[in-house]
């Protein structure tokens, strides 16, 4: 059976409105006028869809169902014209489920949709945010106004501290050029930073040559450079300021001597990290010093002489004493006390030579050579010549030795200087009182070092005169004095490596130490 028999039982939907013109031409105008807006619509979905290329996917298929909905829409009007005179049902209820079909699945989405659709802002509220917006990027306008103001006055203050800084290290540069000592600077590991023309003139060298060098890779003579930079660490380590002095040759003047002040440099809170150093060649002081130690030796022994002579005296009239008795005790028998006699006057003549000369080679200076020393045997003998006539004042001299073997390289005659110095200046302090007592003691001390104490029980050094006690030219007696004793045996003990300072007793008088480097055993060996 075919479809013209299938659709034979039905009418026209015409028929139901009587084939009256008027109806039949308002449904078709109407449906017509229907589906033409339809077909519209699906048109400018697809456009709006093919402009918008941003669209997620689940929108983009929304928009197109939505599209397909509203065809189906249009053609179920045009079925509804056709009926009008075929009665073509079946396929009018096939399209209209179709067209049912797609509205599900449309209004579906949809509904999934609307949520999201109901936080979409409103135009007054996309008015107001839009001018909030304006707003704030007015207000942003008006601070990046002002910012770039601030930047304006601080690169102007940036430009007047530049300037500031360029004036200021010029006459930084200026200042350190024209000091007449040696200024310069090491980091850490002991490279050159900075140094002035006094020190380039000095190493010989253009800064080319020195900038970021170490010592060793400047001075020809390595040893010189080591000690250098041994004293370098040495500062860096403490953390505190030094005053060093070191020997560097000059390359016009040959060997000269520096007093150096280092500095070591670095932040509040960290690491140390370099050292600034000032040195002033002391070269013509030594030497005028060395003058003045030859004049406080020419001094003392004018001093001492008085003494002396009475001391030599005594063991030459005991010589004469024991020479008479044993003349005596000849004519009677040929031995026994006679060879004690003898030995006695022997002994005593010894002694008077032994006087004379370490007098002999105290004036004389000796040879500027250090050698091995046993300080108990070095103080022992400087104490011989000092104590000379302690005991016709009274005085009481004590004098022990902790470490009897203990050993000291040392120049011994410039050593026993300082120890007569130190000795008798502690009897003159107990000289007018008449009496007192004298102790010098020797031991080891603190970190490897040998110790010397003299201590008396005069009336003591004033606060006022204590703190610049090792001056040249500062004496505690009065005219009596030449103020040059002390400041010369610091410049002695100062040159051996060691240091001297003064003590106030508890009770009374004062006590001078000295500290010297102790030869270890592996330096004896």
Known sequence: MDMQSRLAPFMPHGMCLLWRPDLMGLHVISDGLIALAYFTIPFAILRFVQGRRDLEPKHRALALLFAAFIAFCGLTHIASIIVLWNPIYVWEGWLKAITALVSLVTAGLLTTLVPLALKLPSAESMRREIAAHRKTMAELDAARAALAVRVENTEGALRVAEQHRHQSAAL?????????GLIYAKDRSGRMLLANEATLGLLGKPWSQVEGRRDDEILSDKRQAAMVMAHDRQVMDSGQVQEIEEIIHHPGKGPRVYLSSKVPFGHAGDPINGIVGVAVDITERKQLARDLLQV???SAMGQMATAIAHELNQPLAAITMFLDGGMT???????????????????QSLRAGDIIRRLRAFVSGGDDITRPENLASLVDDACGLALLGARENGVVTEITHEAPDLEVLVDRVQIEQVIVNLVR????????ARGGSLRIATGLGPEGMAML???????GISPEVADRLFEAFVSTKGVQGMGVGLSICRTIIER??????LDPNTEAGATFRVTIPARLRAEAA
């Open 453 to 459: 104490s003299v201590s008396d029980t005069g009336p």
């Open 172 to 180: 930084l540069s200026t200042v350190i050029e024209a000091m007449p």
């Open 496 to 501: 051996h490596g060691g240091r001297i300072w």
């Open 425 to 432: 200046n502690g009897l003159d302090a107990m000289g007018e």
């Open 329 to 347: 005790l000849l004519r009677a028998e040929q031995e026994g006390p006679l060879v004690r006699s003898l030995a006695a006057a022997k002994e």
């Open 296 to 298: 406080s030796r020419r």
